[in-house]
């Protein structure tokens, strides 16, 4: 557009008393904005600006001129600000409600902070549709049926076991039967699936006196039940490996493979930078998430 400076000029020094308010906005000369201004009015062949003592007043054109300025302006930067936004595409990522809880989210800043890329999170759990739900991927344990057809990257394995507090253990070690099983609804097979895997083992035979039991809504509150000393949890290796570390939780069984893994379901997304720079720190940090106590 021809004196589009013009029009810029004439834009700031509309919200300016004078043109000198207007040339420190812009950081020119007063005499700079006095010349775009003069362009602009020999242009249109109108009168923009009229003088009331030091200041400068718009005339009916210039009140004119004023509106038609702001709405190109204001659309100019809005444009802008969409294509900033193209530019730092965030990734909208859905996690298990647990692993995001537990894991993933006390480590998000941290990715941030090494790529500057926003990763925007939802939780659920089970089949996922990407396309319908503006997913670009999904981080799933993989004890579901697939409906849709995704490439499926394998993150970490996943390992079980019984944890329970360090004072919790110390109040049963000597008499199992005093234990209370922590259970949840959202994995009801959890310990049956845990004790056919050691049903060899003395830990099952163990387990199975425990005369109490306690169910949750879900599995995140076995967890936090277990670190608050209310009994002993099926914990699983990422979701548990962080209180672990902390010394929040003990795994006095060991743990054993629980036959799942957790995986990465996406279509082309994790191709670009942004998705490509996730995948591989994903798969790094998940990769530490091996349990050092392992069942004997």
């Given at each position: 557009?021809?004196?589009?400076?013009?029009?810029?000029?004439?834009?700031?020094?509309?919200?300016?008393?004078?043109?000198?308010?207007?040339?420190?906005?812009?950081?020119?000369?007063?005499?700079?904005?006095?010349?775009?201004?003069?362009?602009?009015?020999?242009?249109?062949?109108?009168?923009?600006?009229?003088?009331?003592?030091?200041?400068?007043?718009?005339?009916?054109?210039?009140?004119?001129?004023?509106?038609?300025?702001?709405?190109?302006?204001?659309?100019?930067?809005?444009?802008?600000?969409?294509l900033n936004q193209l530019n730092n595409h965030a990734l909208e990522v859905s996690c298990e409600p647990t692993l995001t809880m537990r894991w993933?989210?006390?480590?998000?800043?941290?990715?941030?902070?090494?790529?500057?890329?926003?990763?925007?999170?939802?939780?659920?759990?089970?089949?996922?549709?990407?396309?319908?739900?503006?997913?670009?991927?999904?981080?799933?344990?993989?004890?579901?049926?697939?409906?849709?057809?995704?490439?499926?990257?394998?993150?970490?394995?996943e390992w079980v076991g019984p944890v329970c507090s360090p004072g919790y253990?110390?109040?049963?070690?000597?008499?199992?039967?005093?234990?209370?099983?922590?259970?949840?609804?959202?994995?009801?097979?959890?310990?049956?699936?845990?004790?056919?895997?050691?049903?060899?083992?003395?830990?099952?035979?163990?387990?199975?006196?425990?005369?109490?039991?306690?169910?949750?809504?879900?599995?995140?509150?076995?967890?936090?039940?277990?670190?608050?000393?209310?009994?002993?949890?099926?914990?699983?290796?990422?979701?548990?490996?962080?209180?672990?570390?902390?010394?929040?939780?003990?795994?006095?069984?060991?743990?054993?493979?629980?036959?799942?893994?957790?995986?990465?379901?996406?279509?082309?997304?994790?191709?670009?930078?942004?998705?490509?720079?996730?995948?591989?720190?994903?798969?790094?940090?998940?990769?530490?998430?091996?349990?050092?106590?392992?069942?004997?």
């Open positions: 557009m021809r004196h589009l400076k013009a029009f810029h000029v004439f834009h700031v020094a509309a919200h300016s008393t004078s043109y000198s308010e207007a040339a420190e906005k812009l950081n020119i000369t007063h005499g700079a904005v006095s010349k775009q201004i003069k362009v602009l009015e020999n242009h249109l062949s109108q009168t923009l600006f009229y003088k009331q003592g030091r200041n400068v007043c718009l005339t009916k054109e210039g009140e004119l001129l004023k509106g038609y300025t702001e709405q190109a302006f204001q659309a100019l930067d809005t444009g802008v600000q969409k993933l989210m006390p480590r998000l800043g941290d990715f941030y902070a090494e790529s500057g890329i926003d990763v925007r999170l939802s939780t659920a759990g089970g089949a996922v549709s990407l396309d319908a739900t503006g997913l670009d991927m999904a981080i799933r344990r993989d004890d579901f049926k697939l409906t849709e057809s995704y490439e499926q990257i394998p993150l970490v394995e253990w110390q109040q049963v070690k000597d008499n199992l039967g005093d234990m209370k099983l922590l259970h949840s609804t959202t994995r009801p097979d959890a310990w049956s699936d845990w004790g056919a895997i050691t049903e060899d083992t003395v830990n099952s035979g163990e387990l199975s006196k425990a005369a109490a039991n306690q169910t949750f809504t879900h599995f995140y509150f076995c967890f936090q039940a277990a670190v608050d000393g209310l009994g002993i949890a099926l914990g699983s290796y990422p979701l548990v490996a962080d209180d672990i570390e902390r010394g929040n939780l003990i795994a006095p069984f060991g743990f054993v493979p629980s036959g799942h893994q957790y995986i990465l379901l996406t279509q082309d997304s994790y191709q670009d930078e942004s998705g490509n720079s996730f995948v591989t720190w994903l798969k790094s940090e998940l990769s530490r998430c091996v349990p050092v106590i392992k069942n004997k």
